[in-house]
């Protein structure tokens, strides 16, 4: 086992790899009550075509499937693996996005107990095509509430917008028809090929000891029998620079109209320092731009052309990115208008003072939340997966330039890369004129 001290956050990190590949991260957090584990697999719901282990082929798999097999690692032929959870004190939950797939439980008690059934469940995998045709009836539900959900809709719509052929622009539940081709066989392709302890990660972090810890995670996979670590091969088409398309309008039970303005960013397939570097300088930049501290802010919100809604954020991974600012509005088009404003006329006026203090804010922010086992949890295994080691914040933060910022932002300017999703209330029908 290796350990990283890092002095600036006063926090150490326990490591080891596995020999059959898994990855294990310790984090000791003496003092605190509650511990946190999280067990991730580098698959998402874009990995829809890939060869399978032992394969020669490459295939296509109905879309959502990375979702439907993260909602039936939970039933087991013994029972449900939530129920398990709860007996023993402890809270779990999972979650699928578009690059990674997580199982998590936190809990104050019966530490161990609960990390070996994490441990278990998931590399213990139970499918048959009687359960998963009674999991669609429930997915299918799922999807149709979100399809209802106005701001879900103005999320996904403004990605459709801009992904012509990425995967991106699929729902990671897939939809309901989708769904209907997923068969058992399906299930345990996708878990073999990307389930591999060697395509995983480890975070505990808590109130435990590294030593025993490590110990216990050691313990139960040398008693497991793994085929050889292997390297997953995945296919994505070449996706245009330029947006799909550049306006969406639908009608939706508002009352007030929602609007997103999207911009589809470089990738560039970036890891490491240069990954993180290229999120924070583009995040920064946001909040210069259209952060409540500016005069964008106070004159959109004076005038009502934004109100308490209004948001932006930054989405990057390394084989799609995209920034995007929303807001409900009576207003969607002058909005937007407004926004490229900002953009063409203050690009190039970012203050210099005002980019330092921001440093220095976003900095003490994030050592304020490094006392958040729970903050840890879910952001350690989401920057280790692009390659950087989430306590190297800090050190970034301080090596950026305002003309750093500037570079990452500048491509929000070309309007070949913008998209706006726009939801109206719906019409009145037989209202009287």
Known sequence: MKKITLEAVGETVYYETMPNGLTVYILPKEGYSKTYASYTTDYGSIDRTFIPIGADEKIVVPDGIAHFLEHKMFEKEEGDIFQTFSEQGASANAFTSFTRTAYLFSATREVEKNLETLLNFVQEPYFTEETVEKEKGIIAQEILMYDDDPDWRLYFGAIENMYERHPVRIDIAGTVDSIQDITAEHLYTCYETFYHPSNMMLLVVGNIDPEETMALVRDNQRARQMEPAHEVERFLEEEPC????????????????????????????????????????????????????????????????????????????????????????????????????????????????????????????????????????????????????????????????????????????????????????????????
């Open 242 to 433: 330029v947006v799909a398309t550049k306006e969406q309008v639908i009608q939706m039970d508002v009352f007030k109209p929602k609007v997103n303005i999207a911009f589809k960013m470089p990738a560039g397939r970036k890891r490491g320092r240069d990954y993180l570097k290229q999120e924070l300088a583009t995040s920064l930049g946001l909040d210069l731009l259209f952060g409540t501290t500016t005069a964008f802010y106070d004159e959109a919100y004076d005038e009502g052309l934004i109100d308490e809604s209004f948001n932006y954020s930054y989405t990057n991974e390394a084989t799609f990115a995209f920034a995007s600012i929303s807001s409900d509005t009576f207003e969607p088009k002058k909005l937007y208008a407004r926004v490229r404003q900002q953009l063409n006329d203050q690009m190039d006026t970012l203050d210099e003072n005002d980019f330092k203090l921001l440093i220095r804010r976003k900095i003490g922010q994030f050592i304020r939340a490094l006392n958040s086992p729970e903050f840890i949890a879910n952001q350690f295994t989401h920057y280790a997966m692009n390659g950087v080691d989430l306590f190297e914040h800090i050190d970034v933060y301080e090596s950026l330039t305002l003309d750093d910022v500037k570079e990452a932002v500048r491509p929000m300017v070309n309007e070949e890369a913008q998209t706006v999703m726009i939801i109206e209330p719906l019409a009145n029908e037989g209202e009287p004129e």
